[in-house]
């Protein structure tokens, strides 16, 4: 049996005006990551930076998640005590503290319309370095030292494969081991004596 030509022709028309029915491209998804910048620089770049507690979130009423948090110690931009909100990325926990790289933005963020709750309309401040300017801080006990008091201590959790800490300052694990995330821990009272020579530096 032979095929009739107006049928191979019909064939032919759809192969070049459609040629996705024969053959599905599969979707590209492209992973971004922010590149490595040392801390200074991000000190520098941001509006606030600060040791804050995280005292609520909503991620229901806005078209991002957004924290509000009480100031424990400035660095820079914000008097201690003092409540800000800050955002958008998710992952922070309530009642925890964290070491946060904000840089103010300047539209507000509402309510969605259909939302009776939130904060109402807020004035807020987002995380640098897709969400790596909000580091975690916690008593663990992942430090070195002969005595086992010394192992622990508080850490404040940096992902150094993105904000770059000075070479002197000892992370755990150590740079070139393996880090979950490229994330370690630093004894938060050696960052909190960094954090306060940038702050001097820039006065």
């Known amino acids: ?116 709750g939130g904060f109402g309309t807020i004035q807020y401040a987002r995380v640098l370095d897709d969400g790596y300017g909000s580091m975690m801080i916690s008593y663990v006990c992942a430090f070195d030292g002969t005595d086992p008091t010394q192992k622990c201590d508080y850490g404040v959790r940096v992902c150094t494969n993105y904000i770059a800490l000075p070479k002197s300052m000892p992370t755990f694990p150590p740079a070139g081991e393996d880090a979950a995330l490229g994330c370690r821990w630093v004894r938060k009272s050696a960052l909190i004596s960094l954090l306060d020579r940038l702050a001097s530096a820039k006065k």
């Open 1 to 116: 049996m032979t095929t009739a030509p107006w049928m191979l022709l019909l064939i032919a028309l759809v192969m070049i005006s459609a040629p996705g029915i024969l053959a599905q491209e599969p979707a590209r998804v492209i992973n971004t990551e922010p590149g490595s910048r040392n801390l200074a620089e991000v000190f520098k770049q941001a509006d606030t930076v600060a040791i804050v507690k995280v005292v609520s979130g909503d991620a229901e009423n806005y078209d991002l998640a957004v924290y509000k948090a009480k100031v424990v110690k400035s660095f820079k931009g914000a008097a201690a005590g003092s409540t800000f909100y800050y955002g958008p990325y998710i992952g922070d926990r309530l009642g925890w503290d964290y070491l946060v790289f904000l840089r103010n933005v300047a539209k507000p963020a509402s309510p969605k319309k259909t939302s009776r």
